[in-house]
């Protein structure tokens, strides 16, 4: 009922699935592992819908639940739980680092910051007075307006620290478009970062994201340059680039509603490119 509530995206699918091989694995007194549950929920999903696998949620929601599994301990005593809650989100802002620069070209230094304070307020306060809100709605009407109002506030106060923190440094780390070769390098480091305690070296790791995070991006040769033409609607936004300038002729149209052809079109294509001024 929550997950078609939750309008049955693919990490609720993904989990609505890992919990039924769960509970069909304990009713039929089997033993089931995590591991196992996960390739499971994989499998039954990738049969219902083949082309999940070319969304970038495919990958972050069961590449993340895979590395939470193997990086993170079963935390005993209160202490031991909001350190877990901790290292989850270093685990997760780390190790999905190579992932979400290849699908979306950047990233956030304070994701593991703003998860810390948006996931208990969300899965604590929000989703609990809203769903009891939802409940109360059939029997009394002002009662489900009240517990809404009260799910309300902390949602207004988290969106007003989240606009803070946005502007802050860090917030938006663009980064130029990532190879394969670069991303697997990541994934291994990711890997090798997180493994179990008593694994030597566990450091070094570190050292496979820096092909991905400084990348050597190629520049024209002296006399050369090289052009990019961007389609901006009613005309070619044109990147000229040469061994040490870069210049833009035509940053696209700004429409009277707020769109902007330039934020859309033009500087996406020079995040991509390592282009970070212009001359």
Same mark, same amino acid.
């Given at each position: 009922a929550y997950g078609a509530l939750a309008g049955f995206g693919l990490p609720t699918q993904r989990t609505l699935l890992m919990i039924a091989v769960v509970?069909?694995?304990?009713?039929?007194? =089997?033993?089931? =592992?995590?591991?196992?549950?996960?390739?499971?929920?994989?499998?039954?999903?990738?049969?219902?819908?083949?082309? !999940? &696998? $070319?969304?970038?949620?495919?990958?972050?929601?069961?590449?993340?639940?895979? @590395?939470?599994?193997?990086? #993170?301990?079963?935390?005993?005593?209160? $202490?031991?739980? $909001?350190?877990?809650?901790? !290292?989850?989100? @270093? #685990?997760?802002?780390?190790? /999905?680092?190579? /992932?979400?620069?290849? %699908?979306?070209?950047?990233?956030?230094?304070?994701?593991? #910051?703003?998860?810390?304070?948006? &996931?208990?307020?969300?899965?604590?306060?929000?989703?609990?007075l809203g769903l009891l809100g939802t409940a109360m709605w059939a029997v009394s009407p002002t009662i489900a307006g009240w517990l809404w109002q009260t799910a309300a506030w902390p949602v207004h106060g988290l969106w007003w620290l989240l606009q803070h923190m946005a502007k802050w440094p860090g917030a938006h780390w663009y980064l130029p478009t990532a190879s394969p070769w670069t991303v697997a390098l990541a994934m291994l480091g990711a890997l090798w970062v997180f /493994?179990?305690?008593?694994?030597?070296?566990?450091?070094?790791?570190?050292?496979? %994201?820096?092909?991905?995070?400084?990348?050597? $991006?190629?520049?024209?040769?002296?006399?050369? %340059?090289?052009?990019?033409?961007?389609?901006?609607?009613?005309?070619?936004?044109?990147?000229?680039?040469?061994?040490?300038?870069? /210049?833009?002729f035509d940053a696209g149209a700004r429409y009277p509603s707020g769109f902007d052809l330039g934020k859309a079109a033009v500087l996406p294509a020079m995040r991509a490119l390592g282009v970070s001024h212009l001359d």
């Open positions: 509970a069909l694995a304990r009713c039929r007194r =089997r033993a089931t =592992r995590g591991p196992q549950s996960l390739a499971l929920a994989m499998l039954v999903l990738l049969a219902w819908d083949p082309l !999940s &696998v $070319l969304s970038a949620g495919f990958w972050l929601s069961f590449a993340g639940v895979a @590395l939470l599994m193997m990086g #993170l301990s079963r935390p005993r005593g209160p $202490l031991s739980y $909001l350190r877990t809650l901790g !290292s989850m989100q @270093l #685990l997760m802002t780390v190790a /999905l680092l190579p /992932l979400t620069i290849w %699908f979306f070209g950047q990233a956030s230094l304070l994701g593991a #910051l703003s998860n810390l304070v948006a &996931v208990p307020v969300v899965s604590l306060l929000v989703v609990p /493994l179990p305690r008593g694994v030597p070296a566990r450091g070094l790791g570190l050292l496979l %994201f820096l092909p991905l995070l400084a990348p050597r $991006l190629p520049s024209p040769q002296e006399g050369a %340059f090289r052009v990019l033409m961007v389609d901006v609607g009613q005309g070619l936004s044109v990147l000229v680039r040469t061994r040490r300038h870069v /210049l833009l």
